[in-house]
């Protein structure tokens, strides 16, 4: 049901690339509501990136529509606000690192929508701040290790102050612990703004964290419910190509060998958390 509440409208949206006989996207009819975090899941070719990018208008429909704040992604005059509203963070940060410095790579977005110095100032710093980037602000991006690189990017899209940051698999070129801190870094800023998110990803323990998992399949959504709701059926997941998290793998063999454990434990906390009571 639409509200005024939807930030973020896809109604009946197809998108073929060109030459391509089928459509990477099909038949979307889907919301993002204000400051809610949406997980999209979903295996190789699904068509999560395909999604992901027009939710700022980097591409358009073949059919359909985008609406983002009411306003349609196929205006031309209406872009830059759009870009302005939706941030887009993708998978390899050298992509979008412009600049010869970190702190006028975060300046790039706000300077280029004309923003007087002054408040181009306080917003790179704030950026620099909440990214935990403040003492490496004089130094070149490529000297910046891949953790670091994903942190400048993601402080270039915050510098925008967008209503809603969508991240195209941030994290899939970092390790364990690079991970982890870029995910505490978006929730953290996410819970101080208020901002929507939506996280392209393939790992089912980030997806956790969301408020609501999209499991895409053959260009489409089939799946659209809180985590908990969407990982306990395994045929779902199967079907689109994708495996439980691996708490959630261990309590079924556990239980296959006899163990008395729930059908839905999801993370390593909540299996520890059983195994203990038992």
Known sequence: MKTEQNFISFDGVSYFYEGGESPAINNINAEIRRGEFIAVLGANGSGK?????????????????????????????????????????????????????VEEDVAFGPENIGLEPGEIIARVDAALRVAGLENLRNRPPHLLSGGQKQRLAI????????????????????????????????????????????????????????????????????????PRQVF????????????????????????????????????LDELVDFLCRL
Not at 163 to 178: I, R, Y
Not at 242 to 264: M, Q
């Open 49 to 101: 990136s395909t999604l992901a990018r027009h939710m700022n208008a980097l591409l358009l429909p073949s059919r359909g529509r985008v609406l983002v704040n009411g306003m349609d992604t196929r205006n031309a005059d209406k872009t830059m606000e759009i870009r302005r509203l939706v941030g887009m963070v993708f998978q390899n940060p050298d992509n979008q690192l412009v600049a010869a410095l």
């Open 155 to 226: 402080a270039g899209a915050l510098a925008m102050r967008p209503d809603c940051l969508v991240l195209d698999e941030p994290t899939a070129m970092l390790d364990p612990g690079g991970r982890k801190e870029i995910l505490s870094l978006l929730l953290n800023f996410k819970k101080e703004r208020g901002m929507a998110m939506v996280f392209i990803t393939h790992l089912m323990e980030e997806a956790l964290l969301s408020d609501r998992v999209w499991v895409m399949a053959r260009g489409r959504i089939i799946a659209d419910g809180s």
């Open 232 to 267: 306990r059926d395994t045929r779902l997941l199967d079907n689109a190509g994708l495996e439980p998290t691996p708490a959630a793998l261990t309590a079924a063999r556990l239980k296959k060998a006899g163990w008395d454990l729930p059908d839905d434990i999801l993370d």
